[in-house]
C-alpha cells in the first residue's frame, strides 16, 4: 500500500501529527504496537494550560482529572519554593486516545499491534504482531513518534543513549491538593520525587539517574514512605507503573524524508521529564512542514522554539548532575525555579 506519510507511534506526538495531516486531506496510516493508544498509563499526567489555549479540541472534560496552580518544590536544607505552574493532571489514557480519535475521524487509518521494524528499498517494513506476520507499506514521509526508545530514530541516524529511570505508584491522597509538590533527596540521585494529584488520588513517583547505584525500585518506596509518613498519602498502592525519559536534548529531528517528533527526537526535557507539551507541538509542527512541503522549517522551527531550552538542560544536566553530593550547590542550577538556573551556564 501507497499512503503520503507513515505515522509510527500514536502518542501524543504521532496521533497529533496524523490529526494535523489527515485534516488538510493527506493520506496518512499511523500504527502501534499497542492494543489502545495510551494504554498502559507511563506517566504522571502533567501538562501546562498553553496546551489547551493552542489545541482546545484535546481538552473535553473527560480528559482532565484536575486542575493545579503551583510547582512547590521541597529541599532537603528545608527551603520550600513555589513558582506558578498552572495546568492539568490529566486521565493521560483518554488524552492520548482522544487525539489518535480525532486524527482518525479525520481520515487517518489506525493500524494496532503494527511494530515498526525497518526500512529497505523505498519500502517500511511492518509487522502484524499477532499473526506474526510481516508486510510493507509505502509512503512519501516517515514520522518517527515511537517514544523515547524510539527505532526510527536509531536506524536513521543519532540517538539518545541517556535516559532517566522512573518509577511511579498510584495511591490515594489523605486530603485534596491543589498543587504539583517535588521533593528533592539525597536517595533520588540525580532526578526528583513527584507527588502529583488527581483528585483523591495521587501519582507519587521518582525519576532517577540509573548511572548511580541505586535501585530505582528501592528509592521509589523511600520515597513513597516518606510521603505517607508526612500523612500526605494512605499506605495503600492501587497502581504501579515506570518507563524511561529521554534526558540528552535534541537529537538532528530531520533525516532525509524522516521527521522525528516528540521523545523520539528527544524533545523532552532532560531535567524535569516534561515531553506531552513537546510531542503535541513537534508532531503539529512536523505536519504541517510536510503539508507545505518545507521539511528544513521543521527542523529551524524545533530548534528555534525546543531546541537551545532543552540543549542548554541537558548540558546543566552533564555539567552538575554528574555527582550527587552537595545539593544545595546543585539544585538551584538545575532547576528553573531557583534563580541560579538563569544565572549559570
Ligand atoms: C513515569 C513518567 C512520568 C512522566 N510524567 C510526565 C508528565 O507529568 N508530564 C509530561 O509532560 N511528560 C511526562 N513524561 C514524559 C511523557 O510521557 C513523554 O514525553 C510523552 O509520552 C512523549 O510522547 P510521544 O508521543 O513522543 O511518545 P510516547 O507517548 O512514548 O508514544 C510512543 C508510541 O510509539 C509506540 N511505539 C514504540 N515503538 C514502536 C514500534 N517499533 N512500532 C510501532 N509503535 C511503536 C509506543 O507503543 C507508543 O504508543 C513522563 C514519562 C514517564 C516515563
Known amino acids: 500500500m501507497k499512503y503520503d506519510v507513515l505515522v509510527v507511534g500514536a502518542g501524543p506526538g ?23 493508544p495510551g494504554v498502559p498509563v507511563q506517566c504522571a499526567e502533567f501538562v501546562p494550560l498553553q496546551l489547551k489555549h493552542r489545541f482546545p479540541e484535546f481538552f473535553p472534560q473527560e480528559v482532565i482529572s484536575q486542575e493545579v496552580k503551583d510547582m512547590v518544590h521541597f529541599t532537603p536544607w528545608g527551603e520550600v519554593v ?78 539518545t543513549t ?60 523511600k520515597f513513597f514512605a516518606e510521603v505517607a509518613s508526612e500523612g500526605l498519602v494512605e499506605d495503600r498502592i492501587l497502581g504501579r507503573t515506570g518507563g524511561w525519559i ?18 523520539a527526537g528527544g524533545f523532552c526535557h532532560p531535567i524535569t521529564g516534561g515531553g506531552i507539551a513537546n510531542a503535541v507541538y513537534t508532531g503539529a509542527m512536523a505536519g504541517e512542514a510536510i503539508l507545505q512541503d518545507s521539511l528544513e522549517d521543521y527542523e529551524e522551527e524545533a530548534m528555534d522554539l525546543f531546541g537551545s531550552t532543552l540543549n542548554r538542560a541537558a548540558r546543566k544536566r552533564v555539567k552538575y548532575m554528574k555527582t550527587w553530593d552537595d545539593l544545595k550547590f546543585i539544585i538551584p542550577r538545575t532547576w528553573i525555579a531557583f534563580e541560579e538556573y538563569w544565572k549559570e551556564e
Request: with cysteine.
Open 14 to 36: 504521532g496521533s497529533t501529527a496524523s490529526y494535523v495531516l489527515s485534516k488538510s486531506g493527506a493520506k496518512v496510516l499511523m500504527v502501534d504496537i499497542k492494543r489502545k
Open 162 to 221: 541517556s535516559f532517566l529511570a522512573t518509577a511511579q505508584f498510584t495511591v490515594p491522597l489523605r486530603e485534596p491538593i491543589g498543587d504539583l509538590l517535588i521533593y528533592f533527596r539525597d536517595y533520588i540521585p540525580g532526578g526528583y520525587g513527584w507527588v502529583f494529584p488527581k483528585k483523591d488520588l495521587a501519582n507519587v513517583g521518582v525519576g532517577i539517574d540509573p548511572h548511580y547505584p541505586v535501585n530505582v525500585m528501592d528509592s521509589l518506596r
Open 82 to 159: 513555589s513558582m506558578p505552574s498552572e495546568g492539568f493532571v490529566l486521565h493521560r489514557d483518554r488524552f492520548d486516545a482522544n487525539i489518535a480519535n480525532l486524527a482518525c475521524k479525520n481520515g487517518t487509518q489506525l493500524l494496532l499491534r503494527a511494530r515498526f521494524l525497518g526500512f529497505e528499498d523505498g519500502k517500511v517494513w511492518l509487522e502484524n504482531i499477532d499473526r506474526r506476520e510481516k508486510f510493507w507499506v509505502k509512503a512519501d514521509f516517515v514520522i518517527g513518534a515511537d517514544g523515547p526508545r524510539s527505532k526510527v530514530s536509531k536506524l536513521t541516524g543519532e540517538h
Open 246 to 263: 529521554p534526558a540528552e536534548g535534541v537529537k538532528g529531528p530531520l533525516r532525509g524524508n524522516v521527521l522525528l517528533v516528540g521523545d
